[in-house]
């Protein structure tokens, strides 16, 4: 079983829905979980980090981690064409630990 | 603010040729410093890091070696690249006590021809 899990995609939707972006994983000993978003040809870049259960936003953005199911969520609220990238969760057991990333998840926004 | 600088942007090298890329960071001290590659479809792969001057620690065995002369400053280099290790390179910082976050360059995009 990998660590970390994270459905592919791609996923395309239309502007303005809501898009919920998941990843499970199987460390219980995770306890700080980031979402990256990598546009094409480009470095990611750290949208969000929280290190609890429950909610965090961030203006169009939500983060939601669930320990107890080992789920983490990223929601994005009236989304944009430029928001149309790669969407990378990641996780760690703390600073002096590596980072474990999914694979991604290509999302397209269509106007 | 902290910044990340890698270089060049995009590289083609014939197979057996030297490698060598580099990362610096500006605007932090003694920050944990990582490269990455990324293959198509593949992820993110941890190829090194490094907590302080001169500690460099492997993840996979392979064609490539790491360095880091300076505090900011981070070196990947292959003394005869492989069509293998094209691939996307990317450099990244953290700090030692954070929560492990990561902030990544604008990457290398390697080709071996």
């Known amino acids: 079983q990998k660590e970390v899990e994270q459905d592919p995609g791609p996923l395309s939707v239309p502007e303005g829905a809501i898009v919920s972006l998941n990843c499970t994983y199987s460390?219980?000993?995770?306890?700080?979980f980031m979402w990256y978003r990598q546009y094409s040809r480009k470095g990611p870049e750290l949208l969000m980090y929280t290190y609890s259960s429950g909610n965090k936003e961030d203006g169009r953005f939500t983060a939601q981690v669930d320990k107890s199911s080992k789920y983490i969520s990223l929601f994005i609220r009236d989304s944009q064409p430029s928001d149309s990238a790669t969407y990378l969760c990641a996780m760690s057991r703390g600073s002096n630990y590596k980072l474990t990333f999914g694979k991604g998840t290509l999302l397209t926004v269509n106007p | 603010s902290q910044t990340i600088h890698q270089w060049p942007a995009t590289l083609v090298q014939p197979v057996g040729s030297p490698l060598s890329l580099e990362c610096t960071v500006e605007?932090?001290?003694?920050?944990?410093l990582y490269w990455y590659r990324q293959a198509a479809g593949r992820g993110l792969q941890l190829l090194f890091y490094?907590?302080?001057?001169?500690?460099i620690s492997s993840e996979v065995p392979q064609n490539l070696s790491a360095s880091r002369p300076q505090d900011r400053q981070f070196i990947l280099s292959s003394k005869k690249l492989l069509l293998s290790d094209s691939g996307f390179y990317l450099c990244?910082?953290?700090?030692?006590?954070?929560?492990?976050?990561?902030?990544f360059g604008p990457g290398t995009r390697l080709t071996v021809t």
């Open positions: 990244a910082w953290g700090t030692s006590g954070g929560l492990g976050e990561q902030y």
């Open positions: 490094s907590v302080g001057i001169g500690q």
């Open positions: 605007g932090t001290s003694n920050p944990n």
């Open positions: 460390n219980s000993a995770f306890q700080y």
